[in-house]
């Protein structure tokens, strides 16, 4: 199998997308690269292919923009395979649905189960009959979540297990180590976030450049276009309906166009917190801070301290068990946690101001009769 020659082609084109991707900005920042397509002469539509050969692709997720009409056109991804990646099985420990992480479609994922109070654990273990030759190993984890704490990887080398990456933070999806060859790898993970993997692999070395990638779209005379790629986050940009460009017969094809860093591209942050998502100890909710008091590198508003199974950023007394969240006075406090609890006050905060508005109308009333009787005495001895 290996002498042979395989083609793999691959076509994604949209006739709709979610209102939420309808702003170009959203779509064009989740993306760390283009390539700008300038100054085609053509004069009549034709199919543009584009190169992606030299580029290290981690999501096969692509956007084609319009320069001159500001709009995005369908794409057709083209993957030639010249000699497939020696076959590795995956599977965990503990059990996970190992399976979804190699099945290459990024809508599935592995998920990975995280301790009520305590940090989450697993390794995954790849298999293979013959030995395989690498140096990175990537991890793409579905939208919004963070990537784990610390990784760790070792390698069965001449039947004696060599640590080949020592327990490290993790820092990005693709993770180096030096050149190894073994036919088993543990990667260790340590995480205290939810973790959800879509697709997992080993980057073999020996076949690393056996791979052709290219984006293809229909291109009019006159316009120009920006490919981008490499984005860091799953976004669908909304186009119109698609050509089969799959079979198109007259291709012109750019091989040199160079890659460019894309000085639009904002890193992924969910809770606009202004902590990038793969960094962030609490992805779903803003803590700029990242109030972490128990050190378990969950943060404060993620974790449930009293577990009662509701989180502290929205338990109303985060420190003692409440689970049905009674708050009779309705002061956002909960009766478990509140010390004064069914005042007249705290059921009605208008209740003092009107004790003291009545407080101050009875004094000005005294002040009024006094005045008056003072004026009345005085009116009485000028008669006198």
Partial sequence: MKNKIFVISALFFFVFAPSVNADNNSVISAY?????????????????????????????????????????????????????????????????????????NTSTYAEFSLPANAQGFTNIVLLSQEPVTSSAVTAILDNYVALPNYIEITATVNGQEKVVLAKKEMDQNT???????????????????????????????????????????????????????????????????????????????????????????????????????????????????????????RGDVCDDFDQDGLLNVADNCPDNPNWDQRDTDGDGIGDTCDGEESRLTEQHPWVPWVGIGFAALVLISLFVMTARSSSSQKTDLNIL
Avoid at 244 to 255: D, G, R, W
């Fill in 32 to 104: 760390r690269k283009f390539k700008d397509i300038d100054d085609l002469s053509i004069k009549v539509p034709t199919v543009v292919e584009v190169s992606l050969a030299d580029q290290f692709i981690e999501r096969f997720n692509f956007a084609v923009q319009d320069k001159t009409s500001n709009s995005f056109e369908p794409y057709y991804f083209n993957q030639k395979i010249l000699k497939f990646d020696t076959p590795i099985g995956v599977n965990t420990d503990p059990l996970s649905m190992a399976g979804l992480m190699s099945d290459g």
């Fill in 175 to 297: 993770i180096h180590f030096p050149k190894t060859t073994s036919s088993k790898w543990v990667i260790s993970y340590w995480y205290s976030q939810p973790l959800r993997i879509t697709e997992f692999k080993l980057i073999q070395e020996d076949n690393s450049k056996n791979t052709l990638n290219s984006v293809r779209f229909l291109a009019q005379p006159g316009h120009s276009y920006l490919v981008y790629f490499d984005p860091d986050r799953y976004v669908t940009a909304p186009v119109g309906e698609a050509a089969n460009l799959s079979i198109a017969k007259e291709v012109m094809n750019l091989s040199n166009i160079p890659a460019q860093n894309n000085p639009d591209y904002v890193i992924a942050d969910t809770d606009n917190d202004g902590v990038p998502d793969i960094e962030d100890n609490c992805t779903s909710f803003f803590n700029s801070d990242q109030a972490d008091v128990n050190g378990n590198s």
